[in-house]
């Protein structure tokens, strides 16, 4: 057991934890960063490796040892969900993500004010907590910046400045400047996709994306090799903070990384933290005392700790004096619609899966929702059927209607098919709901022997129901325009959560409504900040990744430029 | 049908690397007795003769090529039970005895000892909702995942051989760099053939290592 003392405490040194611990330091302040797995090395990985990688997952966390457990609603009894998405290691999910590096639009902002003031109150579900952010667009632009440029983001602009331009995204917000690097190469789906949409009247363009389409600050650039979501880059191109901001903290002398660190609690006195205790493998109890606590795992671990380190003053749980912690929690719903072709091949399992080009004509507001029975929508992409396209994925690739799981019908099917399908995924939107939340499971415990978190979530509500049926009509009419043999739907989730878990600690302008301010400042005690989409309102279709990355910049010039100078409320 | 790679085709992509690779050196390499077949490392022979005769209805052999057991998928599963699989090691021994248990109440024969159509209409029984033994609910599932890993996954974990589920679907290899022309081409590329732990940039990796924590 061992008390050491710092400036700043970081528990997670992931895609927000490894920014913010990189700025502090080069700032000069002393920080500490607690990782619960290892650091790896882009030599450690063998790219090509899809059983080991894809298939059992080394990246990401054991489900064994760190369970996450759902039910539909509160009568069941939860289960530990089945594999886990996030990253457990050094750099989190940003080793393994498949780099999809999207700005929010400036209505994303404002989603709940838009919406009534274009379809009226009515059109919001009334159980819904649908949120304006804090912030607005413009706030947050100078971080988009400043992520896509030290990062290395790779991509065309739509709008530089309010002039939209054909074959980026003309429905992005407005941006002061080009991405720092092109597009990738565009590969034969993408292609046929192209051409199908922008004749049916849409805007396709190259989804940006954190992997570099040329050489960028020192790192190769992109060798195509396509095995890339699920898998760490043996390239360095994906710009993971493993080989981003985490290099930048080493070279300060003011940044430590400790890995296999456990956080088990978040101490502290009246309204004031005073830094986190954990466990180490040797089985040793330890403690981090700090003047600025900060976390940044990933959603579930946020909620968790802040319930485990309940007090007198916070018996709900640490700065939870809103009753809003672990409540709006959202996912992505993946609508997918499956194409295959009968004179040429897709080859889908070509390039990285971030690659392959989307539309954004039915995302967000970019579309009259008048006469339909739902608000908000998808972003829809071509691509592989699941993340990656490689041999191991033919599992992913649900067969049509009347062929079977199985057997010599199912390997039919598998032979012809595999070079010759691509897959549609509208990546809709999740409205906010109370009752979409995580809390403390009673029956299920960690390997450490902490309750799990426990997700109570099902999405198959009316407006989202209406949103994910009319998404997957117009992935079938563009299917039918790309000149597909045979078009078909892949079943939809039985309620489960889908991709990109968001919320459970929200900010808000209102202390009584939220958990953190914009500057992912927990309203009750002024030292402990909270990184991360656990503070999204709302989500939009796009992947959260570069918004976490723009607010942890924001958090962390906030924290050098004027908390660090007179500490107390930021807001 | 029509679609498969004629054998032509498949001569004609793999003819500039050779024919099907041989298994690397570096991998493991199943156990065989003097008859040259598999002995298994996790489960009974009478177990593992069920599991073979499993994975070769699942993804079965036919006019067209082999299928998931001449791949070793069984062998990879076997293995697999021993180190990375382990959990699932139980399941495997349960569920494979009620099969055999179900074969002989309904034939009086062991299950491998049945015809394919026979073995698919207990396979179809028990994947059904309604299985009729807990130890065969989501049974066919199971097996169906590792069956699919042992029969497309590297060859360096014992399935994949002579990388059988990749001819088999077409897959034209791994390769550590991809050319534009590649990329937008919409017939097929040149094939590779080799597992990753033979590429040079790989080759001092161990897949089954752990990464350590500290």
Same mark, same amino acid.
């Given at each position: 057991?061992a008390?050491?003392? #710092?400036?700043?405490v970081?528990?997670? @040194?992931g895609?927000?934890?490894?920014?913010?611990?990189?700025e502090?330091?080069?700032a000069?302040m002393?920080?500490?960063?607690?990782?619960?797995?290892?650091?790896?090395n882009t030599?450690?990985?063998?790219?090509?490796?899809?059983?080991?990688?894809?298939?059992?997952q +080394?990246t990401?966390?054991?489900?064994k040892?760190?369970?996450?457990?759902?039910?539909r609603?509160?009568?069941e009894?939860?289960?530990?969900?089945?594999?886990?998405?996030?990253g457990?290691?050094a750099?989190?999910?940003?080793v393994?993500?498949?780099?999809?590096?999207?700005?929010?639009?400036?209505?994303?902002?404002?989603?709940?004010?838009?919406?009534?003031?274009?379809?009226?109150?009515?059109?919001?579900?009334?159980?819904s907590?649908l949120?304006?952010?804090?912030?607005?667009?413009?706030?947050?632009e100078?971080?988009?910046d400043?992520?896509?440029y030290e990062?290395?983001?790779?991509?065309?602009?739509g709008?530089?400045?309010?002039?939209?331009i054909?074959g980026?995204?003309?429905?992005?917000?407005?941006?002061?400047r080009?991405y720092?690097?092109?597009?990738?190469?565009v590969?034969?789906?993408s292609l046929?996709?192209?051409?199908?949409?922008?004749?049916?009247?849409?805007?396709?363009?190259s989804?940006?994306?954190?992997i570099?389409?040329q050489?960028y600050?020192?790192?190769?650039?992109?060798?195509?090799?396509?095995f890339?979501?699920?898998?760490?880059?043996?390239?360095?191109?994906?710009?993971?903070?493993?080989?981003t901001?985490?290099?930048?903290?080493d070279?300060?002398?003011?940044f430590?990384?400790?890995?296999?660190a456990?956080?088990h609690?978040?101490?502290?006195?009246?309204?004031?933290?005073?830094?986190?205790s954990?466990?180490?493998?040797?089985?040793s109890d330890?403690t981090?005392?700090a003047?600025l606590?900060?976390?940044?795992?990933?959603?579930?671990?946020?909620?968790?700790?802040?319930?485990?380190?309940?007090?007198?003053?916070?018996?709900?749980?640490?700065?939870?004096?809103s009753?809003?912690?672990?409540?709006h929690?959202?996912?992505?719903?993946?609508?997918?619609?499956?194409?295959?072709f009968?004179?040429?091949?897709?080859?889908?399992?070509?390039?990285?899966?971030?690659?392959?080009?989307?539309?954004d004509?039915?995302?967000? +507001?970019?579309?009259?929702?008048?006469?339909h029975?739902?608000?908000?929508?998808?972003?829809?992409?071509?691509g592989?059927?699941?993340?990656?396209g490689?041999?191991?994925?033919?599992?992913t690739?649900?067969?049509?209607?009347?062929?079977?799981?199985w057997?010599?019908?199912?390997?039919d099917?598998?032979?012809?098919?595999f070079t010759?399908?691509?897959?549609?995924?509208?990546?809709?939107e999740?409205?906010?709901?109370a009752?979409?939340?995580?809390?403390?499971d009673?029956?299920?415990k960690?390997?450490?022997?902490?309750p799990?978190?426990r997700? #109570?979530?099902?999405?198959?509500?009316?407006?989202?129901?209406?949103?994910v049926?009319?998404m997957?009509?117009?992935?079938e009419?563009?299917?039918?325009?790309?000149g597909?043999s045979?078009?078909w739907?892949?079943?939809?989730?039985p309620g489960?959560?889908?991709?990109?878990?968001?919320?459970?600690?929200?900010?808000?302008?209102?202390?009584?409504?939220?958990?953190?301010?914009?500057?992912?400042?927990?309203w009750?005690?002024?030292?402990?900040?909270?990184?991360?989409?656990s503070t999204? *309102?709302?989500?939009?279709?796009?992947n959260?990744?570069?918004?976490?990355?723009a607010?942890?910049?924001?958090? @962390?010039?906030?924290i050098?430029?004027?908390?660090?100078?007179? *500490?107390?409320p930021?807001? | 049908?029509?679609?498969r790679?004629?054998?032509?085709?498949?001569?004609k992509?793999?003819?500039? %690397?050779?024919a099907?690779?041989a %298994?690397p050196?570096?991998?493991?390499?199943?156990?065989?007795?003097?008859q040259?077949?598999?002995?298994?490392?996790?489960?009974t022979?009478?177990?593992?003769?069920?599991?073979e005769?499993v %994975?070769?209805?699942?993804?079965?052999?036919?006019?067209?090529?082999p299928?998931?057991?001449?791949a070793?998928?069984?062998s990879?599963?076997?293995?697999?039970?021993?180190?990375a699989?382990?959990?699932?090691?139980?399941?495997?021994?349960?569920g494979?005895?009620?099969l055999?248990?179900?074969?002989? &109440?309904r034939?009086?024969?062991?299950f491998?000892a049945?015809?394919a159509?026979?073995?698919?209409?207990?396979?179809h029984?028990?994947?059904a909702?309604?299985?009729?033994n807990a130890?065969?609910?989501?049974f066919?599932?199971? %097996?169906?995942?590792?069956?699919? &890993?042992?029969?497309?996954?590297?060859?360096?974990?014992?399935?994949?051989?002579?990388?059988?589920?990749?001819?088999?679907?077409?897959?034209?290899?791994?390769?550590?760099?991809v050319?534009a022309?590649?990329?937008?081409?919409?017939?097929l590329?040149?094939w590779?053939?080799?597992?990753?732990?033979?590429?040079?940039?790989f080759?001092?990796l161990?897949?089954?290592s752990?990464?350590?924590?500290d």
């Amino acid at each position: 057991m061992a008390t050491t003392r #710092t400036d700043v405490v970081i528990v997670g @040194a992931g895609g927000a934890g490894g920014i913010i611990a990189a700025e502090l330091a080069k700032a000069g302040m002393q920080v500490v960063a607690l990782e619960r797995g290892p650091r790896l090395n882009t030599s450690d990985f063998a790219g090509q490796d899809e059983l080991r990688f894809f298939q059992r997952q +080394d990246t990401r966390p054991d489900v064994k040892r760190q369970p996450v457990t759902w039910r539909r609603n509160a009568s069941e009894r939860a289960t530990p969900l089945g594999s886990l998405a996030y990253g457990n290691q050094a750099g989190g999910g940003t080793v393994h993500y498949g780099a999809v590096s999207w700005r929010m639009h400036e209505d994303d902002f404002q989603a709940r004010t838009n919406t009534i003031e274009r379809y009226g109150a009515d059109a919001i579900p009334s159980d819904s907590s649908l949120a304006d952010w804090p912030l607005r667009y413009a706030d947050l632009e100078p971080f988009y910046d400043q992520a896509e440029y030290e990062l290395g983001v790779s991509g065309k602009a739509g709008n530089l400045r309010g002039t939209r331009i054909d074959g980026g995204n003309v429905f992005e917000a407005p941006r002061e400047r080009e991405y720092p690097l092109p597009p990738l190469l565009v590969e034969q789906p993408s292609l046929v996709f192209d051409e199908a949409a922008r004749d049916m009247g849409y805007h396709p363009f190259s989804t940006p994306r954190a992997i570099l389409s040329q050489p960028y600050n020192g790192r190769a650039g992109c060798s195509y090799c396509g095995f890339c979501q699920g898998f760490g880059c043996h390239m360095g191109a994906k710009s993971s903070i493993l080989v981003t901001k985490l290099p930048e903290a080493d070279a300060t002398g003011n940044f430590e990384l400790v890995t296999g660190a456990m956080v088990h609690r978040v101490n502290s006195d009246g309204d004031r933290a005073t830094g986190v205790s954990y466990w180490l493998p040797d089985g040793s109890d330890n403690t981090v005392e700090a003047d600025l606590v900060i976390l940044a795992p990933f959603i579930y671990d946020n909620t968790r700790l802040l319930l485990l380190s309940q007090t007198p003053q916070f018996p709900n749980g640490l700065a939870n004096s809103s009753g809003h912690l672990g409540k709006h929690v959202m996912t992505h719903l993946m609508a997918r619609l499956l194409v295959k072709f009968d004179d040429r091949r897709m080859n889908a399992y070509m390039g990285p899966s971030a690659q392959k080009h989307s539309i954004d004509d039915f995302n967000a +507001d970019n579309f009259d929702h008048s006469g339909h029975d739902f608000i908000r929508g998808s972003q829809i992409s071509i691509g592989t059927h699941n993340l990656q396209g490689g041999p191991i994925s033919v599992s992913t690739i649900n067969p049509p209607p009347g062929v079977p799981r199985w057997g010599a019908e199912y390997r039919d099917f598998i032979a012809d098919a595999f070079t010759r399908y691509a897959s549609m995924v509208a990546q809709t939107e999740n409205l906010a709901y109370a009752d979409q939340a995580i809390d403390l499971d009673p029956n299920v415990k960690d390997a450490w022997g902490l309750p799990a978190p426990r997700m #109570t979530y099902d999405w198959r509500r009316p407006n989202e129901r209406a949103r994910v049926e009319f998404m997957l009509q117009r992935m079938e009419e563009i299917g039918e325009a790309m000149g597909a043999s045979q078009v078909w739907r892949a079943p939809l989730s039985p309620g489960r959560p889908g991709a990109h878990h968001e919320g459970g600690t929200r900010m808000g302008s209102d202390p009584a409504e939220s958990v953190v301010n914009r500057y992912g400042q927990t309203w009750d005690i002024s030292n402990l900040f909270v990184v991360g989409s656990s503070t999204f *309102p709302t989500m939009s279709g796009f992947n959260p990744t570069l918004t976490i990355q723009a607010l942890a910049y924001m958090t @962390a010039d906030a924290i050098v430029n004027r908390y660090r100078g007179s *500490p107390g409320p930021l807001v | 049908m029509g679609r498969r790679l004629s054998r032509r085709e498949l001569l004609k992509n793999t003819a500039a %690397v050779g024919a099907a690779g041989a %298994v690397p050196a570096a991998a493991w390499s199943p156990l065989v007795n003097a008859q040259g077949a598999d002995v298994p490392a996790s489960l009974t022979a009478d177990a593992f003769q069920t599991l073979e005769a499993v %994975v070769a209805r699942l993804i079965p052999a036919d006019a067209n090529g082999p299928g998931a057991l001449e791949a070793g998928a069984a062998s990879y599963i076997d293995r697999a039970l021993g180190n990375a699989l382990a959990d699932a090691l139980a399941r495997y021994r349960a569920g494979l005895a009620a099969l055999d248990a179900l074969a002989v &109440e309904r034939t009086g024969r062991a299950f491998a000892a049945l015809d394919a159509a026979m073995q698919d209409t207990l396979l179809h029984e028990i994947d059904a909702d309604s299985a009729p033994n807990a130890a065969l609910t989501g049974f066919v599932a199971v %097996v169906l995942g590792h069956t699919i &890993e042992g029969t497309f996954g590297d060859p360096r974990y014992g399935g994949n051989r002579d990388f059988i589920g990749w001819n088999l679907i077409g897959y034209p290899g791994l390769r550590l760099a991809v050319a534009a022309s590649d990329q937008r081409m919409s017939d097929l590329p040149q094939w590779t053939r080799s597992s990753a732990y033979e590429l040079a940039m790989f080759e001092s990796l161990d897949p089954e290592s752990e990464f350590d924590d500290d």
